[in-house]
């Protein structure tokens, strides 16, 4: 239930490893964005209290949705304010990271997505099954964490 005057926080991740981005395909039964190519992510929960609690909602939420543990130093990259197809007003914060092993994992969806995959951010960037929403906070996070294509 959504009560007047109060927010959903959503933090979503941008895991890169050289030249590709962590990604993941969204259920068809979302309610927001169903079958999108997004950044793995995920809404805040009530008792999740205490410091650091948006890089916890953000490792939480890329353990949950691709197999995959976050390396130190999630950096802030942006925000945004929406309202979701239900009409709930989010915001969401997006993280930011480079992954330090020189190989890269392989990525294994969560239970509530249909896909996870490293793709090149050249693509990410480009690909009509990634929202426009996405796609600049790809670059966003591209850009302040300076990942090649």
Not at 17 to 31: C, M, V, Y
Not at 121 to 148: F, S
Request: proline residues 8%; negative net charge; contains cysteine.
């Amino acid at each position: 239930m959504i009560l007047e005057d109060t927010f959903v926080v959503n933090v979503q991740v941008a895991l890169f490893s050289g030249d590709h981005i962590l990604l993941i395909k969204r259920s068809k039964t979302e309610t927001h964005a169903p079958g999108a190519v997004d950044l793995p992510g995920g809404k805040l929960e009530l008792g999740e209290l205490g410091n650091d609690a948006l890089e916890r909602l953000g490792k939480r939420e890329l353990l949950e949705e691709t197999g995959i543990e976050a390396a130190a130093g999630l950096r802030y990259i942006c925000s945004a304010l929406f309202v979701a197809s239900d009409g709930a007003p989010v915001i969401n914060v997006v993280l930011g990271v480079k992954h330090r092993a020189s190989s890269r994992p392989p990525p294994r969806p969560g239970v509530d997505e249909l896909d996870a995959l490293w793709a090149p951010v050249d693509w990410a960037l480009h690909a009509p099954e990634v929202p426009p929403w996405t796609r600049d906070y790809i670059h966003r996070a591209q850009t302040a964490l300076r990942v090649p294509t």
